[in-house]
């Protein structure tokens, strides 16, 4: 039986999450933490409790956890990529600080942790085709810096402390749920949009540059099953590389120019973007994530393509 706490359940990953888990724990055993001015609504805040839980502030993790005998915390609080550039000060403290009073109330609480970490943790030394699981990081981003060294520090507790602490490298996420803000594969989720709307997209991402990317249901099955794995056949845990999917905005716009095709796209490349896409790997290597705990993916392209297509059609009537 698990009690969950969502850390950061109403942004891009943790509206859905908390949804999916209250779905296979039970609406009660899901608790979705939530700060000021970013509170639920809707089905997420009507389905199950939800309380303030600021990742800055130690007291009101140790709190809650104690409150609901929670065992396990999803710690999805963070700044993406290009917001991190902007504010790395916020992004560290965060993504590090906030990381550290996790780990401290899992450690006396006994609590199992899960963080994600990202595509953005290599950097321009890191091979970029086949990203080995095992392989330099040396990312020149706040946000990679703080995705490296969570996965460090998490690595840690679970050998200094046994805390169990799970994680997975995602790519840039794509879901027609909560839009994202701030990162730097969101290109491939707005082009979407303005292609359902009727819109011209303006990429910001120059041709020609690869990334991974996922869709959102092949995540949050991710998110759960690398926490529900056999530890015993873990040789890895902060972090699995994973993979679904790898292209740049020429072989996107052209799938999507196949369902669509009055759709059209214009390049305005954003600088800052541009140079953080740049520095991260074009394809991982998914390999251990696939041999260790089963990690496999379901939609590829194409089938990502149709179903955003057809969702997004429902929820503008086009
Ligand atoms: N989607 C994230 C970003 O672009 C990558 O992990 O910041």
């Not at 590090?96 to 963080?115: K, P, Q, S, W």
């Not at 990317?213 to 056949?233: F, G, Q, V």
């Amino acid at each position: 039986m698990k009690n969950i706490l969502v850390i950061g359940s109403t942004g891009q990953i943790g509206s859905e999450l908390t949804m999916k888990l209250r779905d296979i724990y039970g609406n009660g055993n899901v608790v979705a933490g939530y700060i000021p001015g970013a509170e639920p609504h809707g089905v997420l805040a009507e389905s199950g409790p939800s309380e303030v839980v600021d990742i800055t502030n130690a007291q009101q993790i140790a709190h809650t956890v104690e409150r609901y005998s929670i065992d396990t915390i999803y710690n999805l609080a963070a700044l993406l990529s290009a917001v991190a550039e902007n504010k790395p000060q916020l992004a560290w403290h965060i993504g590090i600080d906030g990381l550290m009073n996790v780990l401290e109330v899992a450690r006396e609480r006994h609590c199992a942790v899960f963080t994600p970490s990202s595509i953005g943790s290599f950097g321009p030394n890191a091979p970029k085709n086949g990203t080995p699981q095992d392989t330099i990081q040396q990312p020149r981003t706040m946000y990679g810096v703080t995705k490296v060294t969570g996965e460090l520090l998490s690595n840690y507790y679970t050998l200094k402390y046994g805390v169990d602490t799970r994680s997975v490298r995602f790519p840039g996420l794509i879901s027609y749920v909560t839009p994202p803000g701030g990162g730097t594969t969101d290109y491939a989720v707005d082009i979407y949009y303005s292609a359902v709307q009727g819109k011209k997209f303006i990429c910001p991402i120059a041709p020609g540059t690869f990334m991974d990317m996922m869709y959102m249901p092949d995540a949050l099955r991710a998110a759960i099953e690398i926490m529900e794995a056999d530890e015993s056949k873990l040789r890895h845990r902060n972090s699995f590389n994973i993979a679904a999917m790898s292209f740049d905005p020429e072989i996107i716009y052209g799938k999507i120019k196949h369902y669509i095709p009055e759709f059209e796209m214009e390049y305005q490349v954003d600088p800052l973007r541009q140079a953080i896409a740049e520095s991260w790997p074009n394809k991982l290597d998914d390999t251990c994530a696939r041999m260790e705990w089963g990690w496999h993916h379901h939609y590829d392209l194409d089938a990502m393509t149709r179903d955003m297509i057809a969702k997004l059609r429902e929820r503008f009537k086009k």
